[in-house]
């Protein structure tokens, strides 16, 4: 392709961003928000959604791959010129996987916060105990370093980094009131596996006795509420429920916080694989079992003052999660508007860190 029609195909590529980004209103500051939003994962649309309602007063653009930034700062469409801030929003993305995002944004000269952010493995792609030395220099450029949990500061404590717990981003959605609870009782239920992992392989060996205890609780009157956060989660719940005996049970995939609320509101207890799922669980006061397949888990049950109710996959004792499953069916009904609220303690905190952070005048 010659330089004239490698231009002619960038701006054609690009065009739909510059007409975007064209039409954000002057009148108001301008915000890039850094995140994985927009690819059919409930948890991150909702923290997506979440910063929108923490900066009401600012237009909130997606900050896209690096070299497309880069390509609109010849526009100013990008970078200082354009943005009042950069943010790392929610997720766990102070790992590798997002260190070229950050070079462009620093590169771009806007003001840069992080909003919630994890810290280490973001997920099943990745495993605990990643590499972040690389990302001291890099947040010694943050104005403010704000985390999900005790994890991630003490990981950020450790290459000598200073941040504060604000807690997880979906938190700014916390519901006012508990919904009423259902009866018959029901329990909510998501399962996720690896990419390309048999359902059956080694590695889920915890899903027998997760099946066995979810068959007890049939036994005794409950009704399963089964729900993917994302397509993925679809193939790995269905099987679930065929082994429990439930295989003509569909498993919605939610597409926004509002569905998920609604179909798990009335819920006892949630008992989940996926981080979001717990999350946005304790966003109606519903006491959620976290099946913690990286630290990520841990690190928002420790943020909220639950870690009894965290189980680590990787090093789970026989019985431990029937044992922490019928604890918490006990105890679920008197834990809801505690849960509820230490969720909204840590929004309140969420909800001052933007304040002071985006106000006009800071």
Not at 34 to 62: E, K, V
Not at 80 to 102: K, Q, S
Not at 160 to 174: P, W
Not at 208 to 236: H, K, L, N, Y
Request: proline residues 7%; neutral net charge.
């Amino acid at each position: 392709m010659s330089f004239i029609g490698h231009q002619v195909h960038q701006f054609r590529w690009n065009l739909p961003l510059i007409q975007e980004r064209t039409a954000l209103p002057r009148s108001r500051p301008r915000a890039a928000y850094i995140g994985w939003h927009g690819n059919g994962n409930l948890g991150d649309d909702a923290m997506f959604r979440a910063a929108s309602q923490l900066l009401p007063g600012h237009s909130l653009a997606t900050f896209q791959l690096p070299q497309r930034e880069r390509y609109l700062r010849n526009f100013g469409l990008s970078g200082g010129r354009f943005f009042d801030a950069v943010i790392l929003g929610g997720g766990t993305l102070i790992n590798p996987l997002w260190m070229d995002f950050i070079r462009e944004a620093i590169d771009g000269g806007a003001p840069l916060y992080t909003l919630g952010t994890g810290v280490g493995s973001c997920g099943f792609e990745q495993p605990d105990g990643i590499e972040i030395k690389g990302w001291k220099e890099m947040l010694s450029r943050f104005k403010r370093v704000g985390v999900r949990g005790p994890r991630s500061r003490q990981s950020l404590q450790e290459i000598g980094v200073q941040s504060e717990i604000i807690g997880d981003l979906a938190l700014t959605l916390t519901q006012e009131t508990v919904p009423e609870r259902s009866d018959p009782p029901r329990l909510a239920l998501n399962i996720a596996l690896a990419e390309g992992t048999d359902y059956d392989a080694p590695e889920n060996a915890f899903l027998q006795e997760a099946e066995a205890v979810t068959r007890d609780f049939i036994s005794r009157g409950w009704e399963v509420v089964p729900f993917a956060m994302t397509p993925a989660d679809v193939a790995p719940v269905t099987r679930f429920l065929k082994e429990i005996g439930r295989p003509d049970q569909t498993t919605p995939v939610l597409s926004s916080a509002e569905q998920f609320f609604a179909l798990v509101g009335p819920c006892v207890f949630t008992m989940a694989v996926r981080l979001h799922g717990a999350i946005l669980s304790t966003c109606v006061g519903v006491p959620p079992l976290m099946l913690g397949y990286r630290d990520k888990c841990l690190d928002f049950m420790e943020s909220i003052g639950m870690p009894e109710w965290h189980v680590g996959l990787s090093e789970a004792q026989p019985g431990e999660i029937t044992d922490r499953a019928q604890a918490l069916a006990q105890i679920a009904p008197r834990l809801r508007h505690e849960t509820l609220g230490r969720a909204k303690t840590l929004q309140k905190r969420i909800k001052a860190y933007a304040a002071e952070s985006f106000a006009p005048s800071s």
